[in-house]
């Protein structure tokens, strides 16, 4: 319930609730809310808080020197160390890779478009009741047609996210709003999204303005996978976004709205392979399970 959904001009992000004390996670009182977080290898001793994960399209990051369709940003505070890990997956979509844990991400972002768009539709309704000048600027949401099927563009693949590809404005409001409701619990750390404990590291900036140093990168050296028309809903939700004042939203170009691929400018970049540590599951500490590896 304290989990916040924003659709911004150059991103999708979930925003998890902090904490009321940072000096000792550990206390009982330091419990509720007790946010998501993770245990990071090299140097990073204790739990780091998830604050926020944020979806870019394109990727930040090159991965071997290939650009994907999305990268994935699990961004955690550690409260003795003062610095935030960053934990960047790239996201590839395939024919096959339908995603039900990204599909439950889906579903929140969807749900925020979809309130947006209503609350659109009811301030220009009530304009136009109290005669009022529309601005040259505001969408008609009645005009604007946002998840338009493209049947050939699914000829390949036909799995269940289909049932969220459709236009809000054809008197679908109950039953999208029915399908929504079980959008189930956020475990960013899922199988489904972190594929591996193996990662590329460096230190650096964060992504957007301020673009403060304080940032420590975690690339994982494997992809998760998403679906074609996964992706397709994705880029509608942030490309195709409006405010509830009737605005667009977005500021992508050429089908991104990441930042600019970076020079690396001589920073030193480590990678940690089996060759460091091995995982509890393959110590043979723990049974395997989606929700750790």
């Known amino acids: 319930d304290q989990l916040k959904i924003h659709i911004e001009p150059h991103l999708l992000r979930m925003v998890f609730p902090r904490r009321l004390c940072i000096n000792d996670i550990t206390s009982p009182g330091c419990n ?62 395939t024919p096959s890779g339908h995603n039900d844990s990204y599909q439950n991400f889906l579903a929140r972002f969807q749900q925020t478009f979809y309130n947006d768009l209503k609350a659109c539709r009811r301030r220009r309704h009530l304009m ?23 049947s050939s563009f699914f000829d390949d693949e036909k799995g269940p996210e289909q049932s969220y590809l459709v236009d809000a404005h054809q008197g679908e409001e109950e039953e999208m709003d029915r399908d929504l409701q079980g959008a189930g619990v956020v475990n960013p750390y899922h199988r489904d999204f972190v594929r591996t404990i193996y990662f590329l590291g460096y230190d650096g900036s964060i992504t957007e303005p301020p673009c403060g140093t304080w940032a420590s990168w975690r690339v994982l050296d494997t992809p998760m996978t998403i ?10 939700i942030v490309f195709n976004h409006v405010s509830p004042s009737c605005r667009k939203t977005s500021v992508h170009y050429n089908g991104s709205n990441a930042r600019p691929i970076q020079d690396v400018f001589n920073r030193p970049i480590h990678q940690c392979t089996n060759a460091h540590y091995l995982s509890d599951v393959m110590k043979g500490q723990r049974p395997w399970s989606p929700h750790f590896i």
């Open 32 to 93: 509720n809310p007790n946010p998501p977080g993770a245990d990071l290898p090299h140097w990073w001793a204790g739990k780091a808080d998830a604050i926020h994960i944020d979806f870019k399209i394109k990727s930040e990051h090159l991965l071997f020197g290939k650009q994907y369709d999305m990268e994935m940003q699990i961004f955690h505070f550690h409260h003795s160390k003062r610095r935030s890990p960053i934990m960047s997956i790239m996201v590839e979509a």
């Open 227 to 236: 679906s074609y028309s996964q992706l397709f809903l994705t880029k509608n």
């Open 128 to 150: 136009v009741e109290n005669d009022e000048e529309l601005h040259e600027e505001m969408v008609d949401p009645d005009d604007y047609q946002h998840f338009e099927v493209f």
